[in-house]
């Protein structure tokens, strides 16, 4: 059972991460359009093919590791998307 301290402490860091991160306003057009989210999301499923591969498949069809190795390149390249401008979102100047 949790302690009043316990509660207190939670309380207090629950409103430090409200004060901190907060959703933008326009978060559903962000989801949608930025090339960052997309990347992300690939690398997100390239990475789940190469599980499924490993878990279900002794002799994948595919060499181990490519599915790694292009997951880690669509990660970078989701980092370098959050530099640049996209002009759908309005960032363009």
């Known amino acids: 059972m949790a302690s009043s301290s316990d509660v207190g402490?939670?309380?207090?860091?629950?409103?430090?991460?409200?004060?901190?991160?907060r959703l933008y306003a326009d978060w559903r057009r962000i989801l949608r359009h930025s090339w960052s989210i997309r990347f992300a999301l690939l690398a997100a499923?390239?990475?789940?093919?190469?599980?499924?591969?490993?878990v279900f498949t002794n002799d994948p069809p595919i060499e181990r590791g490519t599915f790694a190795a292009?997951?880690?390149?669509?990660?970078?390249?989701?980092?370098?998307?959050?530099?640049?401008?996209?002009t759908k979102l309005g960032d363009a100047e």
């Open 9 to 21: 402490a939670f309380a207090r860091l629950r409103a430090t991460l409200a004060a901190r991160f």
């Open 45 to 54: 499923l390239l990475s789940g093919f190469e599980v499924v591969l490993a």
């Open 70 to 86: 292009l997951s880690g390149l669509v990660t970078v390249l989701a980092a370098v998307a959050r530099l640049f401008a996209q």
